[in-house]
């Protein structure tokens, strides 16, 4: 359950973030002082968020390349976060099955966005992950 309220933390900075608040280390430190939170909420709050702010270009070119056929800025700013998030734990969270950030992701998507922001957000990185295995085999079979 900690990292299910670190994500929905995360989520609530990435939005304060995207909306042009402040700058990032103020906003992290604004949400993780709020309440009394356990270290390893704030430990994976944290490195969610700032992956995914350093590594925001290469992370949208991953969602880019996934929704062809749809304009990347007519994605919601929550699926976008959300899809952000995702592909931030795919790419840097090693120790995270693919099949687990997407089962978050969705249900993330569930509580913050809209009736069918589940679906989407599940075959946008369902194509994602599929795109990124396909990678890593081709990585290892080339060894």
Known sequence: ????LARELALKILYAYESGRTEFPAILNEFLNKKKY???VKIFTTNLTTHTIKNISKIDEYIKNAVENWEFDRISVIDR???????????FFDDIPIEVS????????????????????????????????????????NK
């Not at 359950?1 to 299910?4: F, G, I, N």
């Not at 976060?81 to 790419?91: D, K, P, Q, S, Y």
């Open 1 to 4: 359950m900690s990292r299910r």
């Open 38 to 40: 356990d270290p390893s």
């Open 81 to 91: 976060l959300i899809l952000r998030m995702g592909v931030c734990e795919f790419l």
């Open 102 to 141: 997407i089962n978050e992701a969705i249900e993330l998507a569930k509580k913050f966005g809209t009736d069918e922001s589940n679906k989407f957000v599940n075959g946008v990185l369902d194509a994602i992950a599929k795109r990124i295995n396909s990678n890593k085999n081709e990585s290892s079979n």
